[in-house]
Each structure stands twice: as C-alpha cells, then as structure tokens.
C-alpha cells in the first residue's frame, strides 16, 4: 500500500521554486523536486509527501478535485478559476497586479460603444466591467496579450503585470487596477479536515516563514 500521506501541486517554473525554498524553510523535505528532472510525480525520500508538477492554471483544479491536498498557484488564476478550494496563506511572492491596460487614450479611440477586452482571465475581466456597468467584448488570448491593442485587435487588455517592462517597452499603459496578486497556498476542502494532523502544523509553520521573512525585511 501507498505510504503517501500528503500530495502537493506546484505550478512548474518561477513560482515552484520561490515555494518549495518557503517549504524547505518549513522543514518540508523538497530535494526531490529538481529543476533538470522532468518527472511530473517526485516522492521525498520519507514517501509520504508527493509532489506533483502541473500548469499554473491547473493547480487550482487539481485541489478542488482533491487529487492534490495542497497547491500553491497565484491569485490571478485562483480568482480566474473561482473554485472552492480554502486560501490559507498569502506567500508574497510572485507578486504582480492585474490591470486593464492599452494606449494611454484606449477608451477615448473607442470606434464602437463596446469595448473589446482581449485577455487570458475573461472571468476576472467580465466581472470587473459588468460591475462598473461597461458592455465588453471578450477576446480570448493565450499569451503575449499586449499585441491585441498593437495591431487593432482589441481597445484593451486585461493582463498581468508585474515590472511593467512588458507594457513599456510596447508603448502601453496601466489604465486601471483591478487587483493585487501573489502566490497563495490553498488546500481541498476536504483534506483540511481529514488529514488536519499534517496540514494544521504545516500551515503554521509556512506561516512562521513568511512572519519571519517579513520581518527580515525578504518578502
Ligand atoms: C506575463 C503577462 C505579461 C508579462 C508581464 O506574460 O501576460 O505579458 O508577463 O510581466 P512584466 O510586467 O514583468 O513585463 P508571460 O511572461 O507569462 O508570457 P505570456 O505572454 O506567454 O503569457
């Protein structure tokens, strides 16, 4: 039988490095998560704590479903996904904000009284400009978004932005801030109860690090 006690979903690059030196940090044993390797299931030494090495936007997924107890994905993406899973800890790291962004006059240049958004989180751009009773088109984008206004193919975007060299070096502005965002653990609602003994302390201990972190002036 398994003696995994405890499976972990990381989001593959920057944001699984910055988390598994905070889980270190907790005395979580990460060595087996290696940058070379490309194993998508990684085992401790001890086997009771696995990692498993998904997509940023799949992270949430994989915890709500439980297949993954923990995770740690940014909370752009947890407020895209708007699923249940429990935010337990702001990691203050990854920290970036989303934005609407385009040229500086974007909404003045407007040719139609709709605006099209092109964007790789519809969700958190609808609700933003239903609340602020704006009609919006919806351009559905998977990457390098800030083209969309370049070559005409949207008024503006809805987007990340974290040093805002991407905006600044393609002649773009941040027009308004919907949100701050960071890395955030988050657990299954489930397994917060019923493997309370490893998560509880766990939690707390991730919570000491980032005190302390703080406190060093590191976050
Ligand atoms: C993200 C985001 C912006 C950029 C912002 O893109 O979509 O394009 O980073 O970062 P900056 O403010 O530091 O320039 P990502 O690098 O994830 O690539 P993508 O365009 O393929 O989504």
């Given at each position: 039988m398994s003696?995994?006690?405890?499976?972990?979903?990381?989001?593959k690059g920057r944001l699984a490095e910055d988390t598994?030196?905070?889980?270190?940090?907790?005395?979580?044993d990460c060595a087996c998560v290696n940058d070379d390797s490309r194993k998508l299931v990684l085992t401790n030494d001890a086997?009771?704590?696995?990692?498993?090495?998904?997509k940023p936007t799949d992270v949430p997924v994989?915890?709500?479903h439980g297949v993954a107890d923990i995770g740690v994905a940014g909370k752009d993406t947890l407020l895209e996904a708007d699923l249940s899973v429990y935010e337990m800890v702001d990691l203050k790291i990854?920290?970036?904000r989303i934005c609407v962004a385009g040229y500086p006059n974007a909404k003045r240049n407007m040719t139609s009284s709709i605006l099209r958004v092109a964007t790789k989180y519809p969700n958190?751009?609808?609700k933003y400009f239903s609340g602020k009773g704006e009609t919006i088109e919806i351009i559905r984008l998977n990457g390098s978004i800030?083209?969309?206004?370049?070559l005409g193919l949207s008024d503006v975007i809805v987007d990340i932005v974290e040093s805002g060299r991407t905006l600044q070096e393609n002649g773009l502005v941040v027009l308004e801030e919907i949100a701050k965002a960071s890395g955030r653990l988050i657990v299954n609602r489930v397994s917060l109860k019923t493997k309370s003994e490893m998560i509880t302390p766990l939690i707390e201990r991730v919570k000491n690090v980032i005190r302390e972190r703080e406190n060093n002036g590191n976050d």
């Open positions: 003696k995994t006690k405890l499976t972990i979903a990381l989001a598994v030196k905070i889980l270190e940090e907790a005395g979580i086997g009771n704590i696995r990692f498993i090495m998904v994989y915890v709500d990854a920290k970036c958190i751009a609808k800030e083209l969309a206004p370049i």
